[in-house]
């Protein structure tokens, strides 16, 4: 069964991943189990622990040998089947995948737990695919029917593995769907019959935090980073962290979670753009640059990302690259304040009163208390002159005011020079 939030394509391991500790650990592990193969070629056992492990540090012609001894013994026949679809799924071949996978789904009397792994990893294909709400429809049969949730225990008292890779897939559907009612719906539900997963409650942390629920949030990220082992608490729950430290202001822990989210998931675009906010609440704008551009890359979409970059490049006096960033917010959305309110500065410092005052209303009609909206005006009024009373302003009107990650625009936007105490 495949990884939700890790698994990437690999090739053969090239020699600096060779210096990763874990895959060092893989390829030790695999070539220590095909010098006991040579001597018990038909051990079952053996041949999936070295295939487990050739998979693991993509060495995908040795595991494709021990996949094709497996087949030819005729043994643990369903769960070979299974094993090759985590052969195409692990380079990310998911046609050749889903061909394999789709030919199991009439099995049968599976073995307990077959249909779980088998589900998961069909719409972990739909998943990667993006195709949200296709992934969301296959696993709402058996989510919201509370079969996984009331799963028979294993003997931790916990959902067995499978059941438990299903909660953390089912909310990152949903997270990925925009349907974030519909899973703080199912994740407290699934706590108060303390059917929750721990894991699954890490990835629910992060759509507490969209939800605005910042309670459960915090008691969920601390589920998660209080059970399992570091390889298995999922990169949310780190994200989670690092965005509760930035509503109190602690630019050091903030980046420290978000770096170690990075370290799980190098890819991810919630930890880049956490560690965007992180490095501008301490005033580091070359890296808070840096660091927002990486999270666009891979989700162009995100609204919030997009007034982070904008912020950053006022404060760098980068006008035009601004006004494009909050443009481009706009574009995703028209009916979001902060974006009008973004623009609004922009156009301000750019001398463009008129249509300054224009965005101004607007955010604060979607808005009373929009933050830049109101720092539009004053730049307008003549109360604030330049970019470097942005600290001075933002406490004096905004403070308590909610920034789009948590704590207020005084303590997320430094003036140029400026460090926070964080």
């Not at 012609?61 to 799924?89: C, K, P, T």
Request: proline fraction near 4%.
């Amino acid at each position: 069964m495949t990884d939700t939030s890790e698994t990437q394509a690999k090739t053969t391991a090239e020699p600096s991943q060779r210096d990763d500790p874990r895959v060092v650990d893989s390829l030790q592990r695999l070539d220590r189990m095909e010098r006991f193969l040579r001597e018990d070629p038909s051990n079952n056992s053996l041949l999936i622990t070295a295939f487990e492990a050739a998979l693991s540090c993509g060495e995908w012609e040795r595991a494709e040998l021990h996949l094709r001894r497996a087949h030819s013994l005729s043994e643990d026949v369903l769960g070979w089947r299974l094993r090759e679809g985590d052969f195409w799924l692990a380079q990310q071949r998911y046609d050749e995948a889903l061909s394999v996978l789709d030919a199991l789904t009439d099995t049968q009397d599976p073995p307990p737990g077959f249909l779980d792994v088998l589900m998961h990893n069909i719409a972990f294909i739909e998943l990667r695919r993006g195709r949200h709400a296709e992934c969301v429809a296959r696993l709402a049969s058996v989510l919201e029917a509370g079969s996984a949730a009331s799963a028979s225990q294993t003997a931790t008292g916990q959902p067995p593995v499978a059941a438990r890779a299903l909660q953390q897939l089912w909310l990152r559907a949903l997270h990925h769907d925009r349907q974030l009612d519909r899973a703080m719906e199912w994740t407290l539900g699934a706590e108060q019959q303390r059917t929750l997963d721990p894991q699954a409650a890490g990835v629910a942390s992060l759509i507490a935090i969209d939800a605005s629920n910042f309670e459960a949030a915090q008691r969920w990220c601390v589920l998660s980073l209080s059970n399992g082992t570091p390889p298995e608490q999922p990169v949310e729950a780190f994200v989670t962290r690092a965005t509760l430290a930035l509503a109190q202001r602690d630019a050091a822990a903030a980046g420290q979670f978000a770096d170690a989210a990075l370290q799980r998931h190098p890819g991810d675009g919630r930890a880049w753009s956490t560690r965007g906010f992180a490095s501008l609440l301490a005033g580091d704008l070359g890296n808070a640059f840096r660091a927002f551009r990486q999270a666009l890359s891979v989700m162009g979409q995100h609204i919030g990302t997009w007034h982070g970059l904008g912020w950053t490049q006022i404060l760098q006096g980068d006008l035009a690259g601004a006004h494009e960033s909050f443009e481009t917010a706009l574009a995703l959305d028209r009916n979001f304040a902060e974006s009008h309110g973004g623009l609004a500065v922009v156009l301000a410092m750019q001398g463009r009163p008129g249509e300054a005052g224009e965005h101004a209303e607007l955010a604060l009609r979607l808005d009373r208390a929009n933050m830049s909206g109101r720092y539009a005006q004053a730049l307008l009024t003549g109360d604030v002159k330049d970019a470097s009373d942005v600290q001075r302003f933002a406490r004096r009107i905004l403070g308590g005011i909610a920034a789009p990650l948590g704590g207020d625009l005084a303590d997320l936007v430094v003036a140029p020079g400026a460090k926070a105490n964080g």
